[in-house]
């Protein structure tokens, strides 16, 4: 492996040396591009960028259990139409993360963009609760779904032991770690084909949906808006919980550097996938309702195993197979994504040197993949997962409300920078709104998580002006920085 000095991305795809801490340099900046360097080559086409968008936003909560959606609710259109403006809501988010992976072509996602438009501490508190508390734990529990899932068929009639299902979750980290160290051709085939799992998975729920619907097995939607009212705070929980399903749609932002034709790429993969989950999502939504009641659905423990058993009778012991899939692709896309913003952060000079090392031959980010293996493992075998990401739910919110307001203060801080897409300022206001009320909503349902998340989130501060700004470390603390 190589050291990879600081730099950054300019508009033509070059490399310029950057400056370790702060600000990155300015887009249009002058100074001549680096050669020889050992580089992350562009290897995510089109179709590899909708495979990491859609594999990555299609995990388990669809096959398992969308009942939090119509449990605040009341009725069955309640839910379907919160689901399509969920859709609608992180379509435009998603277009905000175009605008701003075509105009800053680096890698890092909201680290970046945060690093951009408002400095070096905030961006440095995004990244420190990313690798310490946020990935670990939500890669610990997706990890845990595909575990149970692909242990199903093998104890349909008794209970999964948990030392079962930790076990095989443990292989299967490791797995999509040494996957994501070893190729990041591989990696991108392999999702590729996990995404495709996928959409297999949801076809097989949607098409003998479609197939209810022609029979006239219409009977759950009749006066479909009729039902148990949903509370004051029900309706806007509701959103939060369809946002959060829909919750992906920023990672191919992470790889910007590693794109085929950015400013082409970057908004048709985004486009095409949301349109393609948003129907997904609706569909399979209608398609649980032909078969299942509002009731039934409240009930279920996993509603698409509940769903195939009455349809289709022995090929349901396919589903948990393909949720099985489905969680693993959610995982690999993962973790090829947000290493690197471990990578860029690392460049950056705000996370240890050797993060932001290159292996030679592979050309992968091999110490950014494999520092999330050993925190992901504490969190597998010793935390409470769940109650981790109930603390930590509301900071991605803020972060990502925070980065697309961001994209509006960018308009009138650097009006010149070079936009190949743009979208309409209405779309980044009504976004970075919803995100911020989300949040505001969640300090009031729930401040006593959402206060320890908010603490947790806040020791990034005294972290950031020990870790970064004090420049009087004795050698020892320096070696172990890696400086």
């Given at each position: 492996?190589?050291?990879?000095?600081?730099?950054?991305?300019?508009?033509?795809?070059?490399?310029?040396?950057?400056?370790?801490?702060?600000?990155?340099?300015?887009?249009?900046?002058?100074?001549?591009?680096?050669?020889?360097?050992?580089?992350?080559?562009?290897?995510?086409?089109?179709?590899?960028?909708?495979?990491?968008?859609?594999?990555?936003?299609?995990?388990?909560?669809?096959?398992?259990?969308?009942?939090?959606?119509?449990?605040?609710?009341?009725?069955?259109?309640?839910?379907?139409?919160?689901?399509?403006?969920?859709?609608?809501?992180?379509?435009?988010?998603?277009?905000?993360?175009?605008?701003?992976?075509?105009?800053?072509?680096?890698?890092?996602?909201?680290?970046?963009?945060?690093?951009?438009?408002?400095?070096?501490?905030?961006?440095?508190?995004?990244?420190?609760?990313?690798?310490?508390?946020?990935?670990?734990?939500?890669?610990?529990?997706?990890?845990?779904?595909?575990?149970?899932?692909?242990?199903?068929?093998?104890?349909?009639?008794?209970?999964?032991?948990?030392?079962?299902?930790?076990?095989?979750?443990?292989?299967?980290?490791?797995?999509?770690?040494?996957?994501?160290?070893?190729?990041?051709?591989?990696?991108?085939?392999?999702?590729?084909?996990?995404t495709f799992c996928k959409l297999v998975a949801i076809l097989i729920i949607i098409v003998p949906g479609v197939i209810q619907l022609i029979k006239g097995e219409t009977q759950h939607f009749k006066n479909a808006f009729a039902g148990n009212d949903a509370s004051v705070m029900g309706l806007p929980l509701a959103f939060y919980s369809g946002m959060y399903a829909y919750s992906g749609w920023f990672y191919l932002n992470f790889v910007t550097e590693e794109v085929e034709n950015p400013e082409k790429n970057i908004p048709l993969a985004i486009c095409i996938s949301m349109i393609i989950v948003t129907v997904g999502y609706v569909l399979t939504n209608v398609a649980y309702f032909t078969t299942i009641s509002a009731g039934e659905l409240l009930l279920s423990k996993a509603v698409a195993v509940t769903f195939a058993e009455r349809l289709m009778g022995n090929f349901s012991l396919a589903v948990p197979v393909f949720v099985a899939l489905s969680c693993f692709g959610s995982m690999n896309g993962g973790i090829f994504a947000v290493s690197r913003m471990f990578f860029v952060a690392s460049r950056e000079g705000h996370l240890p040197e050797i993060l932001s090392m290159i292996h030679v031959r592979k050309h992968t980010p091999l110490p950014a993949v494999i520092v999330l293996h050993p925190l992901t493992m504490i969190m597998l075998f010793n935390g409470d997962l769940y109650s981790l990401l109930n603390f930590l739910s509301f900071a991605r919110w803020l972060f990502i409300g925070l980065v697309v307001a961001g994209l509006i203060y960018l308009r009138y801080k650097r009006p010149d920078m070079p936009?190949?897409?743009?979208?309409?300022?209405?779309?980044?206001?009504?976004?970075?709104?919803?995100?911020?009320?989300?949040?505001?909503?969640?300090?009031?349902?729930?401040?006593?998580?959402?206060?320890?998340?908010?603490?947790?989130?806040?020791?990034?501060?005294?972290?950031?002006?020990?870790?970064?700004?004090?420049?009087?470390?004795?050698?020892?603390?320096?070696?172990?920085?890696?400086?």
């Amino acid at each position: 492996m190589v050291r990879k000095a600081a730099v950054t991305t300019v508009s033509n795809g070059s490399y310029l040396q950057g400056q370790a801490n702060g600000r990155l340099p300015s887009m249009d900046s002058g100074q001549p591009a680096q050669e020889g360097k050992v580089v992350l080559k562009k290897k995510v086409t089109l179709l590899r960028g909708i495979s990491i968008i859609i594999g990555t936003i299609i995990g388990a909560g669809i096959f398992i259990s969308p009942k939090g959606i119509l449990k605040n609710t009341g009725s069955v259109g309640m839910s379907l139409t919160v689901w399509t403006v969920c859709g609608i809501l992180s379509l435009f988010g998603a277009l905000c993360y175009a605008e701003l992976g075509t105009c800053i072509k680096k890698s890092g996602g909201h680290y970046t963009y945060i690093l951009e438009a408002f400095g070096p501490l905030p961006a440095f508190v995004r990244v420190w609760v990313e690798l310490l508390i946020i990935r670990p734990a939500a890669t610990a529990v997706i990890s845990l779904a595909f575990g149970r899932y692909i242990l199903e068929p093998f104890f349909m009639q008794c209970e999964i032991p948990e030392l079962a299902i930790k076990l095989i979750t443990a292989v299967g980290i490791t797995l999509v770690m040494v996957l994501n160290s070893t190729s990041v051709s591989w990696s991108a085939r392999i999702q590729i084909f996990l995404t495709f799992c996928k959409l297999v998975a949801i076809l097989i729920i949607i098409v003998p949906g479609v197939i209810q619907l022609i029979k006239g097995e219409t009977q759950h939607f009749k006066n479909a808006f009729a039902g148990n009212d949903a509370s004051v705070m029900g309706l806007p929980l509701a959103f939060y919980s369809g946002m959060y399903a829909y919750s992906g749609w920023f990672y191919l932002n992470f790889v910007t550097e590693e794109v085929e034709n950015p400013e082409k790429n970057i908004p048709l993969a985004i486009c095409i996938s949301m349109i393609i989950v948003t129907v997904g999502y609706v569909l399979t939504n209608v398609a649980y309702f032909t078969t299942i009641s509002a009731g039934e659905l409240l009930l279920s423990k996993a509603v698409a195993v509940t769903f195939a058993e009455r349809l289709m009778g022995n090929f349901s012991l396919a589903v948990p197979v393909f949720v099985a899939l489905s969680c693993f692709g959610s995982m690999n896309g993962g973790i090829f994504a947000v290493s690197r913003m471990f990578f860029v952060a690392s460049r950056e000079g705000h996370l240890p040197e050797i993060l932001s090392m290159i292996h030679v031959r592979k050309h992968t980010p091999l110490p950014a993949v494999i520092v999330l293996h050993p925190l992901t493992m504490i969190m597998l075998f010793n935390g409470d997962l769940y109650s981790l990401l109930n603390f930590l739910s509301f900071a991605r919110w803020l972060f990502i409300g925070l980065v697309v307001a961001g994209l509006i203060y960018l308009r009138y801080k650097r009006p010149d920078m070079p936009r190949p897409f743009k979208v309409p300022l209405f779309i980044p206001a009504l976004f970075s709104f919803t995100c911020l009320f989300m949040v505001a909503l969640s300090l009031y349902s729930d401040p006593v998580n959402t206060g320890i998340g908010f603490a947790i989130t806040l020791t990034g501060v005294p972290a950031y002006y020990l870790f970064i700004v004090w420049d009087k470390k004795p050698k020892w603390f320096r070696k172990l920085l890696g400086k």
